[in-house]
């Protein structure tokens, strides 16, 4: 659909006053939030205030409402919690609260409020919007204010944004603090493996999530846990022997521990509850293994928000003020959230009255209909969970006698191990067997492959790098051997995880389709590298945890440069990436980069003078320090040395430089949570896709599949996962600098400008529409999103 695109600049907020709060329970990214909102505010000329302590600042008034300015929110990007309060408040729940906190509102003039917090803070600001005229009728009469002010305020605007770890609200895919507070969990999910595996110990998590599985669930998928208790889907009658069972299997095939997750909601399927003190006494009497229990409580609310938390608090921030400017007297109270990668406005109440939904389903039994209520991303966590859990007899699983290859390219990635998994245990839930090739093309073409069994890929989740071996290079040189070893080894499809690289051998491998039959069969591709830079999809496997250990790095030094005193610092940071900006652009908005150069937009003399001089009067106010992102390639002339050089010379006197290039410790580490979960799902439904081509394209004995679509690259697309042919995605890309022709992350470039106050012109064409809270079909789930 062309558009023209709609730029905020005609909106402005010039006589309007915002006021932010956090409500309810704290979440990682609050902060972030918090910080967007004021300055997307104060960018747009509007006033904005802190409500400190939530409801109850707003109804004491007084120093509880102040006015903020910039520096205001200055370093409190990598902050956990929240720095402006939050407090359950009994007194907002009565009329006479609510009155005195109009009252208090009108005072400052503020008629549009920001709120962040769960369902309930968000209940309470539609009733608050709903009585507002009420309110301050009745404020008139009580003589508190006049008629002038009752016509002038006459009307409050809402606007939410879900802070939850658990993750527990209808209409968003992530809520602001799930991923950080995932982070917490395999952090400590990772540390016990170690001790668990020394001892042979079984261990029970309870993590939190009274009403919602979905930490608990996701956890569960990201470290390969062995059974997970949650309140959306209780195990069957006869649990406890199935479990006892299944453990003892996994012992057998030398595992040396045992995780069990339980959501601190958990019930059984007469909503009696499940407690992990329970758990662990049925493990030690039935099995008599050594177990113990961990719970980690409010180590899940802690810590510095993830770098996925901090980018999507940001972008919420901004659109949540861009509403709010938007908003007229019909517009219905609307909540900012995220599906896919796209940012959406949704009903407030209609989001809230799903919620409860899921509330009474489960109430109820209803306990299909709960997990289908939680959405498209919850159902297929689910799925995907039980397919990889628990391996069937060997009686029980089909037999296709198709040999599919599963094999790493490219650069390694945090994630690959856990995408090899998966796809090791779908294919052979699916009947196939399936062979594991080492180092790449090159090993295929050595022979470097062996089967490879369901229990070979135990506890590869949270490895990082790449445990088969992964090498850049191409297939074009070594297509007589490869085919040889597929005859051979008589391999009927192929799946391809990695980069550029994998992308550009899958090519090679099509092109060669006319000499050599063996390649005529379906392969698939699963986006794998640090640096995001493969057409057809929004996200690669690995580039999160690039992303984090980037956020970190720079918290780091900003932090060092904090405790020099009556020292002014610039830290110049140079980040991976080839030619695609990804990391640098995405790395400076979770970090609250003062600059970030790329390669897609190219800048000159001017603009780095302009940065100069734009540092330069921020070093002037009371924020002393600061920070620009080069990305490695993005331009051959102004180096990481020279923007230095350039900075050092022009900064003199007022600030001191220093570098740091990142180098390869962005392509180490353990995966992050989304890389694992992310990794596990894109590959279980790459390898399902491959079931589906081999029964195709079996014909008389043989698979014979030579059409472009049966050579497919699986990519996520704003809101979905979707298999493009490799073929067709060649006009997208631009294989000089080995980047895609558009790039949607583009989008949000001056996001990041507009967070470090300078001026330029934000796209909000894809915003602004209030869409209705999607049901969606059992089907959906199927098809759909992550």
């Given at each position: ?379 297929n966590n689910l799925n995907t969970y039980k397919l990889l859990s628990h391996k069937k007899p060997d009686a029980e699983l089909p037999k296709t006698n198709f040999n599919v290859a599963v094999l790493n390219v490219g650069a390694p990635a945090a994630g690959m191990n856990a995408a090899v998994r998966a796809a090791v245990r779908v294919g052979i839930t699916e009947g196939h067997k399936m062979f594991a090739v080492i180092d790449g093309f090159e090993g295929f073409a050595r022979g470097k492959i062996k089967e490879i069994s369901w229990g070979d ?47 550009l051998g899958l090519l090679e491998l099509s092109a060669a389709r006319e000499k050599y039959d063996e390649f005529c069969v379906p392969m698939v591709m699963v986006p794998a590298t640090v640096s995001n830079n493969v057409p057809g999809s929004d996200f690669s496997i690995g580039a999160d945890t690039a992303l984090n250990t980037i956020t970190d790095t720079c918290d780091r030094i900003k932090q060092s440069a904090s405790g020099t005193k009556r020292r002014v610092f610039l830290f110049i940071i140079e980040t991976m990436g080839g030619y695609c ?206």
């Amino acid at each position: 659909m062309d558009h023209q695109p709609k730029f905020f600049e005609n909106l402005s907020g010039t006589g309007k006053a915002i006021g932010v709060l956090t409500s309810g329970g704290d979440a990682q990214g609050m902060n972030a939030a918090v910080r967007a909102v004021v300055r997307m505010g104060i960018y747009v000329k509007a006033k904005v205030y802190f409500v400190y302590e939530g409801y109850q600042g707003m109804v004491d008034g007084g120093d509880n409402i102040v006015e903020v300015s910039w520096e205001s929110v200055s370093s409190i990007l990598q902050v956990g919690g929240t720095v402006i309060g939050s407090a359950r408040c009994k007194s907002f729940r009565t009329r006479e609260g609510r009155l005195q906190a109009a009252y208090n509102l009108v005072q400052r003039g503020i008629t549009n409020l920001c709120v962040i917090g769960g369902d309930g803070s968000l209940t309470g600001a539609n009733l608050f919007r709903e009585e507002w005229s009420g309110l301050l009728e009745e404020l008139a009469q009580k003589g508190k204010i006049d008629e002038e002010a009752v016509k002038k305020y006459a009307y409050l605007n809402i606007v939410g944004m879900v802070g939850s770890i658990d993750n527990d609200f209808c209409g968003t895919d992530m809520t602001i603090g799930t991923d950080s507070a995932l982070h917490r969990i395999i952090e400590v999910v990772d540390a016990i493996m170690t001790t668990a595996q020394s001892h042979q110990r079984t261990f029970v998590l309870e993590v939190m999530g009274r009403h919602c599985g979905y930490l608990a669930l996701v956890s569960a998928l990201a470290c390969g846990a062995d059974w997970v208790f949650i309140p959306e889907y209780p195990p069957e009658e006869g649990w406890e022997d199935s479990m006892c069972v299944k453990l003892s299997e996994n012992r057998a095939r030398k595992k040396r521990l045992n995780i069990i997750i339980v959501a601190e909601g958990a019930i059984d399927c007469h909503n009696k509850p499940i407690t992990s003190e329970k758990v662990k006494d049925l493990v030690v009497q039935r099995l008599g293994f050594d177990t113990r229990v961990t719970i980690l409580g409010h180590v899940q609310r802690g810590g510095t928000p993830s770098a996925f938390d901090r980018i999507l608090a940001s972008r919420m921030g901004v659109e949540a003020v861009l509403a709010l400017l938007e908003a007229t007297p019909a517009t219905p109270a609307c909540v900012v959230s995220l599906s896919g990668n796209q940012a959406v406005r949704l009903p407030l109440m209609e989001c809230v009255q799903m919620t409860q939904e899921v509330q009474k389903a489960m109430d109820e039994g209803r306990f299909v209909e709960a997990v289908r209520l939680r959405g498209r991303s919850f159902e297929n966590n689910l799925n995907t969970y039980k397919l990889l859990s628990h391996k069937k007899p060997d009686a029980e699983l089909p037999k296709t006698n198709f040999n599919v290859a599963v094999l790493n390219v490219g650069a390694p990635a945090a994630g690959m191990n856990a995408a090899v998994r998966a796809a090791v245990r779908v294919g052979i839930t699916e009947g196939h067997k399936m062979f594991a090739v080492i180092d790449g093309f090159e090993g295929f073409a050595r022979g470097k492959i062996k089967e490879i069994s369901w229990g070979d890929v135990g506890g590869w989740t949270g490895q990082g790098g790449s445990i088969l071996g992964t090498k850049r290079t191409l297939p074009a040189k070594y297509l007589e051997k490869i085919a040889d070893q597929m005859r051979t080894n008589n391999i009927n499809a192929l799946m391809v995880i990695g980069g550029f690289e994998a992308y550009l051998g899958l090519l090679e491998l099509s092109a060669a389709r006319e000499k050599y039959d063996e390649f005529c069969v379906p392969m698939v591709m699963v986006p794998a590298t640090v640096s995001n830079n493969v057409p057809g999809s929004d996200f690669s496997i690995g580039a999160d945890t690039a992303l984090n250990t980037i956020t970190d790095t720079c918290d780091r030094i900003k932090q060092s440069a904090s405790g020099t005193k009556r020292r002014v610092f610039l830290f110049i940071i140079e980040t991976m990436g080839g030619y695609c900006g990804y990391l640098a652009n995405m790395g400076a908005l979770a970090a609250g980069a003062d600059a970030a150069y790329i390669f897609e937009e190219q800048f000159d003399i001017r603009e780095l003078q302009a940065n100069v001089e734009h540092l330069t009067e921020k070093m002037k106010t009371s924020i002393q320090r600061g920070l620009v992102l080069r990305n490695e390639n993005c331009n051959e002339n102004y180096t990481t040395d020279f923007i230095y050089q350039l900075y050092s010379e022009e900064g003199k006197g007022v600030f001191d430089c220093r570098k740091n290039v990142l180098g390869h410790m962005q392509q180490g580490g353990a995966p992050s949570p989304f890389d694992r979960n992310f990794g596990t799902k894109i590959s279980a439904k790459a390898m399902q896709w491959i079931s589906k081509k081999l029964k195709e394209t079996y014909r008389k004995g043989k698979v014979f599949a030579n059409t472009d679509d049966s050579v497919c690259l699986l990519g996520m697309r704003r809101r979905n996962l979707v298999f493009q042919p490799v073929a067709e995605l060649k006009n997208e890309t631009d294989f000089v600098h080995r980047i895609p022709k558009e790039q949607w992350w583009l989008k949000l470039r001056p996001l990041m400008k507009i967070l470090a106050k300078y001026k330029t012109s934000y796209d909000v064409s894809d915003s602004g529409q209030l869409e209705h809270v999607a049901m969606h079909s059992p089907k959906e789930a199927e098809t759909g999103a992550i």
